[in-house]
Nanobody, 120 residues
């Protein structure tokens, strides 16, 4: 059994900040890449930011300079620090992790999503 548990979403005014967290638990042998996606109403889910197992980050253009992704490998946790938030950042944010289980099964797993709402 694997769980990705997200926290940190909420309502914030434009220009404000939020920090999302996502912790992976279960019979995990190794956590490879981790990422955050988001989905706004009526839109497709899009990649926001990702981080490799070696700690190299990558971002979609619209969040570069405002969002920072990081990870704590000892805690199997990924974070997304979101600064200078804009109304267009409003969406449900989903954590994604590529995991190798103790059975050596390898797959992508998703969190349940956390709502981020930015008011103007």
């Amino acid at each position: 059994q694997v769980q990705l548990v997200e926290s940190g979403g909420g309502l914030v005014q434009a220009g404000g900040s939020l920090r999302l967290s996502c912790a992976a638990s279960g019979t995990i042998f190794r956590v490879n890449a981790m990422a955050w996606y988001r989905q706004a109403p009526g839109e497709q889910r899009e990649l926001v930011a990702g981080i490799t197992s070696g700690g190299n980050p990558y971002y979609t253009d619209s969040v570069k300079g405002r969002f920072t992704i990081s990870r704590d490998n000892a805690k199997n946790t990924v974070y997304l620090q979101m600064n200078s938030l804009k109304p267009e950042d409003t969406a449900v944010y989903y954590c994604n992790a590529h995991l190798i289980m103790t059975t050596l099964k390898e797959d992508d797993y998703w969190g349940q999503g956390t709502q981020v709402t930015v008011s103007s």
